[in-house]
């Protein structure tokens, strides 16, 4: 099977790859490789992707159909892993625009580019932030979700009615995957994990919003490729629904305190961190929890990486790296 995978240079989109090239598949990555974090990290991910026989990168703007197009050409393209998207919710208030042609531009160019190759199965990654205001805990796919506190909430959402639509119009099987707080080694630096690694090393302070008053339902990148493999595996029972649209929570259904994290992290690092509470960041929410009762049922996916352990990966990782100099 050739799978087309989005994103391939980005975090999760990494680790999927690998994923894939595991069990037997080949890969076609595409990135625009953009500078929002580190290069160089992305071409690290790169290079060790690379190495294997059945990965072919192409450098790619998803927001420019022609060139997407020509990347894929004679691929043999059976399905789509599309993970690229303009990350980050506090640069979403700095910059919409990066987030209106990477998150709806590009994402629906890659819909009528999925249609055109007549696909089996497209999966998609979609966030938790489209839970935006809402209040209820644990989030379930069918709380409502008109209430986004974020500009990239609000593109991710848009990315789902997209989807539903193309696969209402087209009969396109597509699975949108709303990721939880997803976290690990090769991970991203404007992450909080990784941030307070940083900033402890150094020996700087370390921000703390809403004074400490924070949870998220952080969820290890290996579960999480665990759910993306099961989610594109899906495709036949897709096919037979009236609108072959499906959209789960991909998290931990474990949702713990952000000074557990912090508190982990010092742990790692062997130090404990300097820390300035300061208030709630806007556009950020309180709280997350994944209801994951749905892709427990229908992907049978099973989350099985506490925090601790997962910390304790990231900061082996990180300390060993050339990212730790």
Not at 113 to 133: P, T
Not at 312 to 323: I, L
Request: net charge neutral.
């Amino acid at each position: 099977m050739v799978v087309l995978l989005t994103g391939a240079a980005g975090f999760i989109g990494f680790h999927t790859a690998k994923g894939l090239l595991a069990r037997g598949d080949k890969v076609v990555g595409i990135d625009n490789l953009n500078a929002y974090y580190s290069t160089d990290l992305k071409q690290g991910r790169l290079k060790q992707l690379e190495s294997h026989p059945d990965f072919t990168f192409v450098q790619a703007e998803l927001a420019e159909a022609d060139a997407l197009a020509k990347a894929v050409d004679g691929k043999g393209i059976s399905r789509i892993v599309h993970l690229a998207a303009q990350a980050g919710v506090r640069y979403s208030i700095e910059n919409p625009a990066a987030y209106v042609a990477s998150n709806l531009v590009g994402h629906a160019n890659m819909l009528a580019l999925a249609q055109k190759l007549e696909v089996r199965h497209m999966v998609y990654a979609s966030s938790s932030s489209v839970y935006g205001g809402n209040r209820k805990t644990p989030f379930s796919e069918g709380d409502m979700t008109d209430d986004p506190v974020s500009f990239y909430g609000a593109t991710k959402k848009s990315n789902e009615l997209l989807a539903n639509s193309y696969a209402r119009l087209y009969g396109l099987p597509l699975t949108g995957l709303r990721f939880f707080t997803v976290y690990g080694p090769w991970g991203r630096p404007d992450m909080a994990y990784w941030i307070f690694s940083e900033k402890i090393r150094r020996q700087e302070p370390i921000r703390i919003f809403n004074n400490g008053r924070m949870g998220r339902d952080f969820t290890y990148v290996d579960d999480v490729v665990s759910g993306v493999l099961a989610a594109l595996d899906k495709s036949a029972v897709l096919s037979g629904m009236a609108v072959p649209h499906r959209v789960y929570n991909i998290g931990n259904d474990h949702p713990e305190e952000l000074m557990s994290l912090v508190h982990l992290v010092e742990k790692g690092m062997g130090r404990e961190a300097e820390k300035e509470y300061t208030e709630m960041q806007k556009g950020d929410v309180v709280h997350t929890w994944a209801d994951i009762s749905r892709a427990r049922s229908e992907l049978r996916y099973s989350p099985t990486v506490p925090l601790e352990e997962g910390i304790e990966e990231f900061v082996k990782w990180y300390r060993a790296s050339s990212f730790c100099p």
